[in-house]
């Protein structure tokens, strides 16, 4: 997928038994959960009692050399972050683990998500004599967090009152002196899960596919509302706010997380794989092969092929030493970057009937440019068929989901208007209903409010998501 969804956050914790290098396995996860966030980075150490932390703009091993690893020193809790913004714009205060020194203690906090009420609860500190550095709504949670601690016996107290004040999608892992604290929001609309280490330790991941990168044993995923707390005695767990099986978001499965990860007891490559499969039974088209767009299109072409029984073959090579598509400046240049980033293999094309299978169509423009990579390579037909519905509403949750104005579906009235302005011979969408049926033998239920506008909880009464969001980065001219 190029020049549409952006990728969300990812969060890691680890606490081990014992003093070590622990920067250094929190990089290691970071660089597993790189997929989820490439705009900036962080880790933050704790050795006893005494943070230690350093973030940055770019990828894990641009910010993350070895003198800054060792920099971070040795210690036996910390959280890492990889951040692609959603609320909060572009700011280096905003660049997680968000550190403070607070009265009660140190806390860190990294968050993957978003909060619906964010600039309310800022706009209450802030009425209060309340300074915010930045733009987040990270630094909502954090606020909240250490203002709830005042009054409460423990930080598992306070973060147990804060969850019924912020609203939204929320991932969280929390370091303060003595423990790692891990909760999830009462819709579970972002993953977290917990493994544990070889050596005794216990940490937790955005996805499961980081444990599997420090060869930690996957135990199981945090439930909706759930706080998981990890100190010198254990994991201890509050289930107070786990009231209901929870909605996580089915974009996790069809595009964000990476295949080889488990979300909720199912399997993202054998959802995507699925998607292929329902598509070809939901709309079939006489063809010669089946091709898949890079990376996540490629398991829904398998299925594809799978299920109608036409051939699979490779369609493009993809470059990966250079940036994604959709952060170039300009739209020429975003379209001239899709011929850097993909390229045809011609023998397997020309002259053929492709079914190109991608995960998703947002603005379409980029998809019209592979398209044509297609056409100039000699494919007879393109059929395109995609492995979610059309995306026809904003999302509030953490994805960057446009406004309606600027999302093609909405554009068009029509599938074959869209498949007119994107170049294509036939154009079919995965159903709705299909959606649910994707990850199978899932623990949860599913948020599919980018597609229906059915939210599972309450969203923003703004008519454009970007207003909304300016409010959030009201500070950003000032960067």
Not at 14 to 30: G, Q, S, W
Not at 137 to 142: F, G, K, L, N, R
Not at 174 to 195: H, Q, S, Y
Not at 273 to 281: H, Y
Request: hydrophobic fraction near 35%; charge should be neutral.
């Amino acid at each position: 997928m190029f020049n549409s969804i952006h990728e969300e956050c990812g969060v890691f914790g680890i606490f081990m038994p014992k003093t070590c290098n622990i920067a250094e396995d929190v990089y290691l996860a970071l660089y597993a959960l790189q997929h989820r966030g490439q705009e900036s980075c962080g880790i933050a150490v704790n050795d006893d009692g005494v943070f230690t932390h350093f973030k940055g703009d770019g990828l894990v091993p641009d910010v993350f050399t070895k003198q800054r690893l060792d920099g971070l020193g040795k210690g036996n809790i910390a959280i890492g972050h990889v951040r692609y913004s959603t609320t909060g714009g572009k700011n280096v205060n905003n660049i997680q683990p968000i550190v403070i020194r607070h009265i009660k203690g140190n806390l860190a906090v990294a968050h993957n998500g978003n909060l619906v009420n964010a600039d309310e609860i800022r706009r209450s500190f802030e009425l209060k004599g309340g300074i915010f550095h930045g733009t987040s709504d990270t630094e909502s949670i954090a606020y909240t967090i250490s203002a709830n601690r005042l009054n409460s016996k423990s930080t598992e107290e306070a973060i147990e009152k804060s969850l019924s004040q912020i609203k939204g999608a929320y991932s969280c892992v929390v370091m303060t002196a003595t423990k790692l604290i891990a909760f999830r929001d009462e819709n579970g609309f972002r993953p977290l899960c917990i493994g544990k280490m070889q050596d005794g330790g216990w940490c937790v991941s955005s996805e499961s596919c980081a444990l599997d990168t420090l060869g930690a044993e996957f135990v199981r995923d945090v439930l909706p509302g759930e706080i998981v707390t990890i100190d010198s005695d254990g994991v201890h767990s509050n289930k107070t706010h786990c009231k209901n099986k929870g909605n996580v978001c089915i974009f996790e499965y069809i595009y964000f997380a990476r295949p080889d990860s488990t979300i909720d007891g199912a399997s993202v490559e054998q959802a995507r794989i699925r998607a292929g499969e329902f598509l070809a039974e939901e709309n079939p088209v006489d063809a010669d092969i089946v091709i898949g767009v890079p990376d996540s299109g490629l398991d829904a072409a398998l299925g594809y092929s799978r299920q109608s029984g036409i051939p699979y073959a490779i369609g493009f090579v993809k470059n990966r030493y250079i940036g994604r598509s959709f952060i170039q400046p300009s739209q020429k240049q975003r379209e001239s970057a899709v011929r850097i980033k993909l390229n045809v293999i011609k023998e397997n094309i020309k002259g053929k009937r492709v079914i190109m299978i991608d995960d998703s169509i947002v603005r379409g423009t980029t998809c019209a440019a592979i398209v044509n990579l297609l056409r100039e390579a000699g494919a007879k037909e393109v059929h395109m068929r995609v492995s979610s519905p059309p995306f026809k509403h904003p999302c509030y949750f953490g994805t960057d989901v446009d406004d309606e104005e600027n999302l093609i579906a909405c554009k068009y009235p029509t599938v074959d208007e869209i498949a007119k302005a994107i170049g294509v011979d036939s154009l079919a969408y995965l159903s709705v209903d299909a959606t649910y049926k994707l990850a199978q033998n899932a623990s949860v239920g599913f948020c599919n409010g980018c597609f229906t506008g059915n939210y599972p909880i309450a969203v923003p009464k703004v008519k454009f998501k970007d207003k909304f969001e300016q409010k959030m980065n009201r500070m950003s001219v000032l960067d």
